[in-house]
Nanobody, 121 residues
């Protein structure tokens, strides 16, 4: 069993900052990518950022410069630092991890339950 638990969401004023965390636990052999997607009401889920095991990262073009993803591999945790938040950043943020549960097993994507981020005055 693998669990991803997110924390750090909430209500913030425009221009403010939040830091999301997502910790993976359970029967994990190795983790490849970890990252974040988000889904706003009435919209499709979209990529926010992803961080690979070699420390490279990919961001949605519209978020570069405001959001920063980082990982603590020893803790199987991924973070998302969000600065200069805008009302259009309001969404449910989901973390994911692409991982193996066995030494020669396939890689699967596991998802967290989502955390709400609301940017409003």
């Amino acid at each position: 069993q693998v669990q991803l638990v997110e924390s750090g969401g909430g209500l913030v004023q425009p221009g403010g900052s939040l830091r999301l965390s997502c910790a993976a636990s359970g029967s994990i052999f190795s983790i490849n990518d970890m990252g974040w997607y988000r889904q706003a009401p009435g919209k499709q889920r979209e990529l926010v950022a992803t961080a690979s095991s070699d420390d490279s990262s990919i961001y949605a073009d519209s978020l570069k410069g405001r959001f920063t993803i980082s990982r603590d591999n020893a803790k199987n945790t991924v973070y998302l630092q969000m600065n200069s938040l805008k009302p259009e950043d309001t969404a449910v943020y989901y973390c994911y991890a692409n991982l193996r549960t066995a030494i020669a097993g396939p890689k699967y994507n596991y998802w967290g339950q989502g955390t709400q981020v609301t940017v409003s005055s």
